[in-house]
């Protein structure tokens, strides 16, 4: 059973924006029913700014959250800083998503693209600054692009398949493009095995990897993670929840987060406990 935050649970019983816009200056649109969610996002547009923003959705409460928190975060905002919301800016405002949720949040942000790169028509390649970072679409089922496997990668800690759909659900339906997403995993986790971070990139990783991975899986069990500082390859964190009151706390440090930590970090990488 996953455990879902009060901002979702809030946003799923009550969301925000339901409905249409009539004569809309941009309509966006992610997902097929096929495949189980389906997205439509509407925006009113005066002049750079956004004064209005609504969806119509199909699917799980997760979409529903999302969907809503997504026109929430748009009203009021001007284009430019619409474009730079990325899906997990959408899982933060809901105070996080469980993975097998993050593709919901991945609907909302692909669904604000169509609709910006439809307001934007031919000037959309000039205003799109990753579109020649891998915009090929991978995975038809769900629409998901080969940028958004790579960023799962990188951004996200993503090292195998089963990773990668539980964040985009890329291959969760017909599977053909289970192969291609396999190659690319494999190319770029060559490429950062490569390469060296300093201790500033080092500090950002750890940090993702526990908000991104290791957190949501404490959060099924009621518990949860703080970072608290890293010194050399030292990591000092603090549990939180059910976790810091487990017999099996010490246990947990090391089979699960200092596993982690080393397989998606660095090998020499020891995690210690505080108070």
Known sequence: ??????????????????GSIENADAIGEAGALSCGDKLKLYLKIDGNIITDAKFQ???????????????VMLIGKTLDEARKITNRQIAQEL?????????????????LEDALKKYYQEDWEDLEEEVE????????????????????ILNNGAKTFDDISKITSAGLACGRCRENIKTIISRYIKQEEKQVLTPVQKIIKINSIIETVISP???????????????????????????????NAKMTLKNFVEVKLKELVDDDIVVFEEK
Not at 57 to 71: E, I, Y
Not at 95 to 111: I, T
Request: with cysteine; proline share 3%.
């Open 1 to 18: 059973m996953w455990e879902y935050s009060d901002k979702v649970k809030e946003h799923f019983t009550n969301p925000k924006n339901v």
């Open 133 to 152: 970072a891998g915009s090929q679409i991978i995975c038809h089922c769900f629409g998901v692009s080969e940028k958004q496997i790579i960023d799962a």
């Open 217 to 247: 899986e404490l959060q099924k069990d009621f518990g949860d993670i703080e970072l608290i500082n890293v010194e050399g390859n030292n990591v000092y964190v603090r549990l939180k929840g059910h976790c810091s009151q487990c017999a």
């Open 57 to 71: 959705t199909f699917g799980c409460g997760s979409a529903v959250a999302a969907s809503s928190v997504l026109t």
């Open 95 to 111: 105070d996080g998503l469980p993975p097998e949720k993050m593709h919901c949040s991945v609907m909302g942000r692909e669904a």
